[in-house]
Each structure stands twice: as structure tokens, then as C-alpha cells.
């Protein structure tokens, strides 16, 4: 007879006692803040869907960065928006790309502060897909050898993790092939693993001037039904050589976060997408949710699922509450 020996009430009695049994704590060094950076000079644009979150050109980024660094924010991660896009994606993997001259500058100016790299196309087609088109397709094996460059491009300019998010068959094993080539064999490869092709990611594509010109993403990006395929993918993406693994969306995937955790023996990432973060201030603006508590509860219901690297739009915020 459980009740009244047992009262589990009793561990509930005071913050003191709740912190002393409390199972999962988040640390700003598990957090990484993404950023989009852009041409220009003295630039920073707040994006409108994505409150608090601004395109910045490299010398306002730098500024960004420093105050991260600042906080203990783990990381960074950064998306490029080139001065042109083409059919060929030449500003994924020119060696004086905005992303390229953004992670030189971070580095020269704030040495410490890991930089992420997102590998991935969309941001520099002029079609917005994530690769190079062939008879209306993205093609896979043709689209490696751009994912390859840029990824040594990054590891030339500084980068400290690459983390392709184009969702190729093979395009970690490619990436990790370049970059041994190129001498960069302690460089490790954050692999977007499982990831899919979802509605969450409306904001960004704002943010990074990215949407597909025509059709959608659904001939890469996974089926938001496949679990046992993520899982999949995830196998495959170690195999070919990924140091770490990414499930995005978070949220709306905890299932897979927390199965990823019990499978495989790799650092896990969650990334808490535009799309999560927006609803989230979305609803606070109209007073019907407290933003800083769903925050929390939200990063902490992430990380107990198995996460225990969160990118997230909160980073800065959520840093200074834990
Ligand atoms: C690039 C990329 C996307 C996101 C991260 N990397 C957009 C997409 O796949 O369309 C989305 C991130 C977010 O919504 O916050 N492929």
C-alpha cells in the first residue's frame, strides 16, 4: 500500500529541496546560438518573424559573438546570405564567401568562441534548393562535390565544426574525405542526421532568404512520419564518419532524441528551430504564455530527452537564466 508511506510530495517542498532532486540541469556551454550574417558594414536587421534576430554584417557579428562569449553560450553557428546567388551555388564555397570572411574575423577577434559552420547550399542557389538541379531534381552525387568545398572552405577560414544540414545520401563521408585531404583531420563533422522536411522552418527561410523557388524540400528532408528511417539515417551518418548527430526539429521529436540517446554512444544535438522559438514569442506577445518560462521548460524537456547540445534562438537568454 503505497499511500500514505509514500508522498512524493515530500521532494516538492521548497525550491531548496526541488533543487537538490532537480534530474536535468542545463549550462550555457551546451547552447549554441545561430547567426546570419550578411554584406555590408554597421549592418543589423532585425528579422521580422524571428523577434530578436538580426541579419548582421561581419564587423556587427563580431560584436554578437563577444557578448556570447561573454554569457559562456557554448557555440555559434552561422548561416551565410551571399551579395549574389547563381545556379551553381558559388558563394557556398568561394574562399572569400561571407560565411568564409565571417568565421576569419570571429576568429581573429574572439579566438576562443567555438564556430560552428551550417554546409548546405539553399542560402547561395538562385532556385533556393539545397543542391544542383538536374532534369528538375536535386542531384546527389553532383551536389557532394559542392558540400565538400565548402565544408574545406570553412575548415581553411577557422571553422571548428562543420555541420552539413543538406541531407545527401553520402555527403559525410564526402566532407570528411575533403577534409582529411585537405589536412584537416581533427576537424569534427556535427552531421544534421536526421532531419525533416518541416513546417517549423518557415521563420528561417525569412531569415536566410532561402525558400525553394519551386517545389519543396520533401525529395531530401525526411518524412515527419519516419522514426525507424531516422534512426537509419543517424546509423549511416556514423558509419560514413560523423563525430556528433543532430535531430531537427526538437520539440516535435523527442521520440527520436530520446530513442537516438538509448541507440547510439555520440554527443546528440537538438536544434529548436526558427519555427519553435517564433510560436513560442508569438504567444507571449498576446499574453497568453510566459515566454521565459516556456523557454526553460521547453530547453529542459529537450535535454532530458537526450540532447546535451541545444541550438537554439534563445541561447543569449536562456544562458543567463541557468
Ligand atoms: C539549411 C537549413 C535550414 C535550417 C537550418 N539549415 C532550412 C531548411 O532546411 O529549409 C532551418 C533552421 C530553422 O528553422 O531555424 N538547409
Not at 570571429?106 to 568562441?113: C, E, G, H, S, Y
Amino acid at each position: 500500500m503505497p499511500f500514505p508511506i509514500h508522498r512524493p510530495r515530500r521532494l516538492r517542498s521548497s525550491e531548496a529541496m526541488r533543487g537538490l532532486v532537480r534530474e536535468t540541469r542545463l549550462a550555457p556551454s551546451q547552447l549554441v546560438l545561430p547567426l546570419f550574417v550578411c554584406p555590408g558594414e554597421g549592418v543589423r536587421r532585425e528579422i521580422s518573424s524571428m523577434p530578436g534576430n538580426y541579419q548582421l554584417s561581419v564587423d556587427e557579428l563580431v560584436k554578437e559573438c563577444a557578448e556570447v562569449k561573454s554569457l559562456g553560450v557554448g557555440a555559434v553557428i552561422l548561416f551565410g546570405l551571399p551579395e549574389t546567388k547563381d545556379d551553381v551555388a558559388s558563394g557556398a564555397y568561394a574562399e572569400d564567401g561571407i560565411v568564409q570572411r565571417a568565421v576569419r574575423a570571429i576568429k581573429r577577434d574572439v579566438p576562443a568562441l567555438l564556430v560552428i559552420t551550417d554546409v548546405c547550399n539553399c542560402e547561395y542557389t538562385s532556385h533556393g534548393h539545397c543542391g544542383k538541379i538536374v532534369d528538375g531534381e536535386v542531384d546527389n552525387d553532383a551536389t557532394l562535390e559542392w558540400l565538400a568545398a565548402s565544408a574545406l572552405s570553412h575548415a581553411r577560414a577557422g571553422a571548428d565544426i562543420v555541420a552539413p544540414s543538406d541531407m545527401m545520401d553520402g555527403r559525410v563521408g564526402a566532407i570528411r574525405a575533403a577534409l582529411d585531404r585537405g589536412g584537416f583531420r581533427k576537424i569534427p563533422i556535427l552531421s544534421y542526421a536526421a532531419k525533416f522536411a518541416s513546417g517549423f522552418y518557415g521563420p528561417f527561410r525569412e531569415a536566410a532568404e532561402s525558400a525553394p523557388q519551386f517545389g519543396d524540400r520533401r525529395g531530401y528532408q525526411m518524412d515527419p512520419a519516419n522514426g525507424r528511417e531516422a534512426m537509419k539515417e543517424i546509423a549511416l551518418d556514423l558509419e560514413e564518419g560523423a563525430d556528433m548527430i543532430m535531430v531537427k526539429p526538437a520539440l516535435p521529436y523527442l521520440d527520436l532524441i530520446w530513442q537516438a540517446r538509448q541507440r547510439f554512444d555520440v554527443p546528440i544535438a537538438a536544434y529548436q528551430v526558427s519555427g519553435e522559438f517564433s510560436m513560442i514569442l508569438a504567444a507571449a506577445r498576446n499574453g497568453w504564455i510566459d515566454a521565459e518560462r516556456i523557454m526553460m521548460e521547453t530547453l529542459t524537456s529537450i535535454h532530458r530527452a537526450g540532447a546535451g547540445i541545444i541550438l537554439t534562438y534563445f541561447a543569449k537568454e536562456a544562458a543567463k537564466r541557468c
